[in-house]
């Protein structure tokens, strides 16, 4: 069982950073690939980032955010810069076994954090 839990959203304006965190719970956390998604209201949860053996970014996202994560420390964070309006949304951290290819499919995620929202004013 892991258990995640996202920190780090807020109100930023255009252009601004934020970093999210996302601390889990458990002795395996290595063992499985970390991802972020974001939902907006009235839309589907979409993958923003996947960090299994490479790192995987949205093309919406590409040279704006960094994913990385301290094993040692069980967390994965998600660095946000130069963000836009539609960057706001609720961000959710989530774990999936599945390690050697990025996935987008909600369904194949084990574990979900509670979500962090992101609002960018402009």
């Known amino acids: 069982q892991v258990q995640l839990v996202e920190s780090g959203g807020g109100l930023v304006q255009a252009g601004g950073s934020l970093r999210l965190s996302c601390a889990a719970s458990?002795?395996?956390?290595?063992?499985?690939?970390m991802a972020w998604f974001r939902q907006a209201p009235g839309k589907e949860r979409d993958l923003v980032s996947w960090s299994g053996l490479y790192p995987v970014y949205a093309d919406s996202v590409k040279g704006r955010f960094t994913i990385s994560r301290d094993n040692a420390k069980n967390t994965v964070y998600l660095q946000l810069n130069s963000l836009k309006p539609e960057d706001t949304a609720v961000y959710y951290c989530a774990a999936t076994h599945i390690r050697e290819r990025p996935t987008t499919r909600v369904g194949e995620y084990d574990y979900w954090g509670q979500g962090t929202q992101v609002t960018v004013s402009s």
């Open positions: 458990g002795r395996t956390f290595s063992s499985y690939a």
